[in-house]
């Protein structure tokens, strides 16, 4: 559940440092007031300053920030806000040049001076950014080349945009106030430093092993670590993990995963992982022993983060994973309470982790329906997608302190949360976590 | 639906940063001298303590954020360091820096056709005697005066005030 009162206070920290810059361009001494529209101009520029550097701290994987959104709420917000902060970096300039179009002589980067030059410069980055991020896939740039242009014209974007500023120098021309602003943005990019060069450094204190890859259905396999040389990682089930696997802790090769593995269990745990191209196309050719770094927990997408009487869970695909954990968690604890289970898959032959399903069933009061997209001959369970006819059943055998779990492809989420509001479920009981972070 | 709902949270939070940015913009424009507020007469007749003092720092909260200590920048800032003494020197020049100042574009009549000449923002919200402050800041800075002529009389309030009227 939403922690409101603390995801209130983060939002309203939040617009008060998106407005920093704003208030610093503004603290006296201030030059005298111009017409409407060039201050306007300059207000969405300091604006934009603001918006642009607090993206670092959105993106550092600090978890009282995420916790009481979901860190991929938060992520799903920093792409919304990103794409609305570039309008806010366009509008600054046009602003001027609808009002008085002789301002487009700043726009010529050959022919103006350095400020303008900076400033043409950071909006270029920006709306790379925007475009690569967006047409990531059409554009055909893999995930990694993806991280590495993001961190590389983000951190170009605030040092050219704050370059812009300290330059044009009209509301910042006096030391204090350079300082204070340069100060502002360097701590915000140096999050970036902290996340890619420092913590990777504390985590290389902590490495894991690969003790097997074990595949289980066409395409999906079980990533089991060992830690090597402490006591492994206490963690809630269906929490997940950014794992650095057989790469320099510095390397940008990284990816998050779900556990899948019991969180009773430290000292061994489990990733399911399915190849879905990049670099999951080769997790089975991981050699065992190659050395692991594990970001993580992170996530609040867990029964142990909501008091329940009984639990649905729905998965689609992979989406498996954070589930099967909660499950082993479950059974090691020897929990009572009534569990449903609806497993949508495209094949049965690709439905992984069926068997570790079954033996579940075996130790809890869990019941499993599978749908599957494409029945076989001699199939006798629901075809095609996830629909109110599956799920009303299920909804009615449960009915005391039911939650909710769901955990699947975009398109599917969202259908079945709608499903399940029209069915009466508060969507305050029903927790989801997306798992194509980008 | 959860989606939804950030994507709602976003434009929200964006809307209170426009919100905040168009407060500032309107209270930062009212508090500009008001032209028609104040009789033309009466502006010029504002008394200027010192001249060059004011107008050093007009220049510097105005004009210094792009044309600097009077160096060029690119092709589209040229150098006040000289090019504003060419200017002033030359037929008309006196009137013309006045106008550019008020208008930040130059009439010019072509075969009785009237055309503007976009290029410089307009001051023209500014009390005269500040635009005269800035003319002679300008004109007597980076090596500039050296440049003028010896009989050169300094700009006046009640000159740009005469130049509102003419254009």
């Known amino acids: 559940m939403l922690h409101w009162r603390t995801g209130l206070l983060l939002v309203g920290l939040y617009v008060v440092l998106a407005l920093v810059p704003l208030a610093v361009g503004l603290a006296p001494p201030t030059p005298s007031g111009r017409a409407f529209w060039l201050e306007l101009s300059v207000a969405l520029g300091f604006v934009g300053l603001g918006q642009l550097a607090l993206q670092f701290a959105l993106i550092a994987r600090f978890r009282r920030i995420s916790e009481p959104f979901g860190i991929d709420l938060v992520m799903q917000y920093h792409r919304q806000i990103g794409i609305l902060t570039v309008l806010l970096v366009l ?117 894991w092993r690969v003790a097997d890859v074990r595949p289980d259905v066409a395409g999906t396999w079980n990533l089991v670590i060992e830690p090597d040389g402490h006591d492994g990682l206490a963690f809630a089930p269906g929490q997940f993990a950014w794992l650095k696997i057989g790469r320099s802790p510095w390397g940008l090769e990284e990816h998050p995963f779900s556990f899948s593995s019991s969180a009773e269990q430290h000292a061994r745990v489990e990733f399911g992982i399915k190849e879905l191209g990049d670099f999951t196309a080769d997790i089975g050719r991981v050699p065992v022993g190659t050395r692991v770094l594990l970001d993580g927990p992170h996530g609040s997408f867990s029964c142990d983060f909501q008091a329940a009487d009984s639990l649905l869970f729905i998965a689609g695909g992979i989406g498996i994973s954070p589930i099967l954990s909660m499950l082993h968690t479950l059974a090691d604890r020897e929990d009572r309470r009534p569990l449903r289970l609806v497993y949508a898959c495209s094949r049965w032959d690709r439905t992984a982790f069926r068997s570790e399903l079954e033996t579940l069933e075996g130790r809890l009061d869990l019941r499993s329906v599978y749908v599957l997209e494409e029945g076989h001959e001699g199939w006798t369970g629901a075809t095609g997608y996830v629909t109110r006819e599956v799920l009303a059943p299920l909804l009615a055998e449960q009915t005391v302190g039911r939650q909710v779990f769901l955990c699947g492809p975009d398109a599917m989420m969202m259908v079945v949360e709608r499903i399940l509001v029209d069915c009466g479920v508060p969507r305050s009981r029903i927790a989801m976590e ?5 | 639906m959860r989606y939804t709902r950030i994507g709602l949270a976003s434009y929200a939070i ?110 023209g919200e500014r009390p005269d005697a500040r635009i005269a402050a800035i003319l002679d800041h300008m004109l007597v800075s980076w090596g500039n005066d050296a440049l003028l002529p010896a009989e050169r009389r300094p700009y006046s309030a009640s000159e740009v005030a005469a130049r509102r009227t003419v254009r």
């Open chain 2, 14 to 123: 964006a809307s209170v940063l426009v919100v905040a940015v168009v407060g500032v913009a309107w209270a930062r424009s009212r508090a500009l001298p008001d032209p028609e507020a104040t009789p033309a007469a009466e502006r010029a007749a504002e008394p200027i303590v010192d001249a060059q003092e004011s107008g050093a720092a007009a220049y510097q909260s105005e004009c210094s954020g792009c044309h600097g200590e009077g160096q060029a920048r690119g092709r589209s800032i040229p150098a006040l360091r000289g090019v504003a003494v060419e200017l002033f020197t030359s037929e008309g020049g006196r009137e013309y820096l006045i106008d550019f100042m008020l208008d930040g574009r130059v009439r010019s009549v072509e075969d009785g056709e009237v055309a503007y000449v976009e290029s410089h923002p307009s001051y």
């Open chain 1, 91 to 207: 509008a600054h300039p046009l602003v001027l040049i609808a009002w008085r179009p002789a301002y487009a002589a700043m726009l010529n980067p050959v022919a103006d001076g350095w400020a303008g030059r900076a400033g043409v410069l950071a909006t270029v980055a920006m709306v790379g950014l925007v475009v690569l991020s967006l047409w990531r896939r059409p554009l055909r740039l893999g995930y990694e080349a993806w991280r590495v242009s993001h961190a590389l014209l983000g951190v170009a974007a605030v040092a050219l945009a704050q370059l812009h500023v300290s330059l044009t120098g009209l509301y910042v021309d006096t030391p204090w106030k350079h300082a204070v602003l340069m100060a502002w943005s360097a701590a915000f990019v140096g999050l970036i430093v902290y996340l890619r060069l420092l913590k990777p450094f504390r985590l290389a204190r902590r490495p």
């Open chain 1, 434 to 438: 997306r798992f194509y972070l980008v």
